[in-house]
């Protein structure tokens, strides 16, 4: 991997509104996850918000959970959150989704940003930045599955 981001874009059929609230709810994270892993959240319904926190039960061969931090906030334009684990020792990186209102429909742009991560030497190499890149994509699909119903 050549850079510190991952980001995969997708022309959604819904408003950025309708995708926002989707986005900033974090008790249906698990429903647009398109890698899997997110199992659930320790967020009520309270949507999100600059500096929310929230925490998540995830999966990846092992159960584990993780801290995430709401850095990036713009109502129904982007909304952005820093994951950590291990009481901080670990992570750091940020999964951003911005949006880009086309009238009827709207662009979606995700993104997983690493800059600032502590592992960001590992999680370069290998297959990470591929399967990453693959899981974007599957969540860009979920989301577009869920709002364009609404």
Known sequence: MS????TAERLVAAPAERIF???SDAARHREIDGSGTVQGTSNESEPLYMGSVFGMSMKMGLPYS???????YE????????TT?????????????ELVDQGSSTIVRETWDISRDR?????RRGNMPR????NIERTLERIATV???S
């Not at 993780?66 to 990036?72: A, C, M, S």
């Not at 399967?131 to 693959?134: F, I, L, N, Q, V």
């Open 3 to 6: 850079t510190d981001q991952v």
């Open 21 to 23: 609230a989707l986005l």
């Open 66 to 72: 993780t801290k995430n931090e709401v850095v990036e």
């Open 75 to 82: 109502p129904n334009r982007r909304i952005a959150w820093r």
């Open 85 to 97: 684990g291990l009481f901080g020792l670990i992570g750091g990186r940020v999964w951003r989704y």
């Open 119 to 123: 592992q960001r030497v590992a999680l």
């Open 131 to 134: 399967s990453t890149k693959r």
């Open 147 to 149: 709002v364009e119903g």
